[in-house]
């Protein structure tokens, strides 16, 4: 069983394609074939956001851009069926494609959601999970594809936009700039924890444990968190996915700079490990230049206040806490 959660993914893999590598040829494929397509015209267009963002944007018209995208729930790999029931599976596979578009600033519309599963799976239950985070995300499933296989596969495509003023863009990951201040909208480690907790066969049912792994097994996008953060002047966001560090570098590369952490925010019953390379804990780290005017639009609009956690330097592909280099921690897939 390989868990984001749980594998070192750095022992045994050196020979293996890396993740980002096999995106980066993509990538690259796919915007050759756009150029054949469209002689004359720059790819992608001017305003659109391709691939290597939480999200696509599309610009619809003059003044609307749509925001897309697309995330893969995978049985052994993201989701481990002897811990979490196909109803919080279910539950997952929307909010972790919801979680991109918050990661943007956006709000989702539709979703389609496609199945691959074994004989005998218990669509209802599934369902009633697909169902249940489609209602609390006001995401609507408006089709999908079913198919047999022989493990549970489900991927879900998200379509939203921008509400409010959607001349304030969209969050980028390329936007922070040297000088903004790093936050993020909660405490981290507690998915990794759950985990961790569900596997070891721990009594779960005092408050403490049975919120880490709710958090593990329910996660929330923090739809209304990316809303004011773009409404309030952040520069760049993404979500932790793959671990703090691994979406520091994420972010930091996207936008050339360097990135110092100053503190840590770690979850009640995890630990500063898990905390700083767990992931999925679907929180958001929003760079700002007003650190102050960020936590006054949380307070306002009765969002639990985002935590500082460091700052944006000029040493572009410095990645630091303490003075030292961040440790090789977090998610990815290797092929």
């Not at 002897?82 to 919801?98: E, P, Q, S, T, W």
Request: include cysteine.
């Amino acid at each position: 069983m390989e868990s984001p959660n749980s594998a070192d993914q750095q022992v045994g893999l050196e020979a293996r394609t890396d993740e980002f590598a096999a995106i980066e040829r993509l990538r690259v494929l796919f915007e050759a074939a756009a150029r054949r397509s469209r002689p004359g015209e720059m790819v992608p267009p001017p305003g659109d956001t391709w691939i290597g963002d939480d999200a696509a944007v599309i610009a619809l018209d003059q003044h609307h851009q749509g925001i897309w995208a697309t995330d893969l729930v995978v049985e052994g790999v993201h989701v481990d069926l002897d811990v979490c029931g196909l109803d919080d599976v279910g539950f997952k596979a929307v909010m972790v494609a919801v979680s991109d578009l918050a990661a943007m600033g956006a709000w989702p519309l539709h979703a389609l959601v496609s199945i691959a599963a074994a004989p005998g799976t218990d669509f209802e239950q599934l369902g009633e999970g697909l169902a249940a985070a489609s209602a609390e995300a006001d995401c609507v499933v408006v089709g999908g594809d079913l198919a047999e296989a022989p493990v549970l596969v489900i991927s879900t495509a998200v379509f939203g936009s921008l509400r409010g003023q959607p001349s304030a863009g969209p969050l980028l990951r390329s936007g922070a700039r040297p000088g903004d201040h790093l936050l993020v909208t909660g405490p981290l480690g507690g998915s990794a924890a759950g985990f961790r907790l569900l596997r070891s066969g721990a009594d779960t049912s005092a408050p403490e444990p049975a919120a880490l792994v709710r958090a593990h097994r329910r996660p929330r996008a923090r739809l209304r968190q990316g809303e004011v953060a773009r409404l309030s002047g952040a520069t760049a966001a993404i979500d932790v996915s793959d671990g703090l560090v691994a979406e520091v570098r994420h972010l930091g590369r996207a936008s050339g700079v360097g990135v110092a952490l100053e503190s840590l925010p770690v979850a009640d019953g995890a630990t500063e490990e898990e905390a700083m390379g767990g992931g999925e804990d679907y929180e958001l780290l929003v760079a700002t230049p007003d650190p102050d005017r960020l936590v006054e639009a949380y307070r306002s609009a009765g969002l639990r206040e985002p935590v500082r956690v460091g700052r944006c330097t000029d040493r572009a592909e410095v990645f630091e806490r303490g003075g030292q280099p961040l440790p090789p921690v977090g998610w990815r897939h290797r092929f």
